[in-house]
Every structure is written in C-alpha cells, then in structure tokens.
C-alpha cells in the first residue's frame, strides 16, 4: 500500500519516489451571485499506473484570510501496480489545510 500523500507531493512539489508521466488539466469559469468562479481538473497518470484527480474550485469572493477558502480534492482513479492508494478520497477547503496534511505525512 502507498500513501495518497506520496502521490500529491509528487503532483505538487515533483518530489518522491513517483513520477508523472502525463498530465491533462480542464479548466472552466464562471459567475454565480455576482462573483467569478473557477474549476480547474487534473488528471494525473503516474509511471506505476496510478491515476490520480485533482480538482480545485474557488471564486473572488473577497477575504481578510491569510489563507482564503477554496475546495480542494484528490481522487484516486486507479490503482495499476501499487496495488492499493490510501486514502482513496481527500477534500480541503483550504491550500493551507492542504500543505499541513502534506507535511504531516512528509514527517519522519
């Protein structure tokens, strides 16, 4: 079993023992209640076989926040020669909350 986490610092920070061998991003925007919002997909194939989506979706809604709201989540597709990713489903509704779960699994 490998870790989700290997596989999103590798996404995000081209670190660790996977590497991505294709990458297709599909973006669309939008308003809704007079703000602009944006969705952007990632599909990710890894040289093992693993598939992984990212998708993060935020809008201009304005904040005072050091780290504004956004919604963020990793979606395991496939699983091809590692067998088994844990967790298969990750959410975060903030890239701050997102880099503490990475540092966390990085942790010795």
């Not at 939008?30 to 990212?54: K, M, P, Y």
């Not at 904040?63 to 956004?70: H, I, Q, T, W, Y």
């Not at 699983?79 to 298969?88: C, I, K, M, S, Y």
């Amino acid at each position: 079993m490998q870790t989700l986490a290997t596989y999103v610092d590798a996404l995000l920070n081209g670190n660790g023992a996977v590497s991505v061998v294709h990458s297709e991003t599909q973006r669309e925007q939008w308003e809704d209640q007079g703000f602009d919002v944006s969705r952007e997909v990632t599909t990710s194939r890894f040289a093992n076989g693993v598939v992984i989506r990212r998708a993060v979706e935020q809008d201009s809604f304005p904040s005072g926040l050091a780290c504004a709201e956004c919604w963020i989540e990793y979606t395991v597709l496939a699983t091809g020669a590692a067998g088994t990713v844990e967790p298969t489903c990750k959410r975060f509704d903030s890239t701050c909350r997102e880099a503490y779960w990475l540092a966390w699994h990085r942790a010795p």
